[in-house]
């Protein structure tokens, strides 16, 4: 069975940090593009970036550039997200996604408030 | 950016009727070797979202065949032959030709 969990998110003041984590199982991990997508809060989806199969290859949406970091590590099917200089608007639902959105995690809410 | 703009924003449905939604971008989705990466996506209320619909119109595994998607270009549609009850919920198009990726604003079907 296909199965992406994803941790990580929390309450963090404007500025702050944090580092989101995917573990996958039960498909081919290591050979698939990886993804993650944000909803806001009774808003619709927004691509945040992607990664290729050995990581050389990265995209960002705008937004996100310079702040946030996507990489992943085949050997333990993990796919993780660092964010920094969090911002409000930033506030959303993260979901990890594989294969062009064939599999997805069920999100982790990351809430961005003084 | 590729911007999707979906019609309509809300689909009023009576079981058993057909549904269809629309899907406009403002550049063709042909990638250069000849594929459209046109997807559709449902997300039911308070689940993540699930692709129905790849390349245009591909169903993915165990996507039940009342489902269909067409098109070409820059005009896509989805179809659902007859609604029924678990079809509730909000459907995305997304493109992945163009980087960013990005999504249409969504379309709410619900039962009248």
């Known amino acids: 069975e296909v199965q992406l969990v994803d941790s990580g998110g929390g309450l963090v003041q404007p500025g702050g940090s944090l580092r989101l984590s995917c573990a996958a199982s039960?498909?081919?991990?290591?050979?698939?593009?990886m993804h993650w997508i944000r909803q806001a809060p009774g808003k619709g989806l927004e691509w945040v970036a992607h990664i290729n199969p050995d990581g050389s290859r990265r995209y960002y949406v705008d937004s996100i550039k310079g702040r946030f970091a996507v990489s992943r590590d085949n050997a333990k099917n993990s796919l993780h997200l660092e964010m920094n200089s969090l911002r409000a608007d930033d506030t959303a639902v993260y979901y990890c996604t594989g294969d062009g959105g064939v599999y997805w995690g069920q999100g982790t809410l990351v809430t961005v408030s003084s | 950016d590729v911007v999707l703009t979906q019609s309509p924003l809300s689909l009023p449905v009576t079981l058993g009727q057909p549904a269809s939604i629309s899907c406009r971008s403002t550049q063709s989705l042909v990638y250069g070797d000849g594929n459209t990466f046109l997807s559709w996506f449902q997300q039911r209320p308070g689940q993540s979202p699930r692709r129905l619909i790849n390349k245009v119109s591909n169903r993915d595994s165990g996507v039940p065949d009342r489902f269909s998607g067409s098109g070409s270009g820059t005009d896509f549609t989805l179809k659902i032959s007859r609604v029924e009850a678990e079809d509730v919920g909000v459907y995305y198009c997304m493109q992945h030709t163009h980087w960013p990726h990005t999504f249409g604003g969504g379309t709410k079907v619900e039962i009248k």
């Open positions: 039960g498909f081919a991990f290591s050979i698939s593009w």
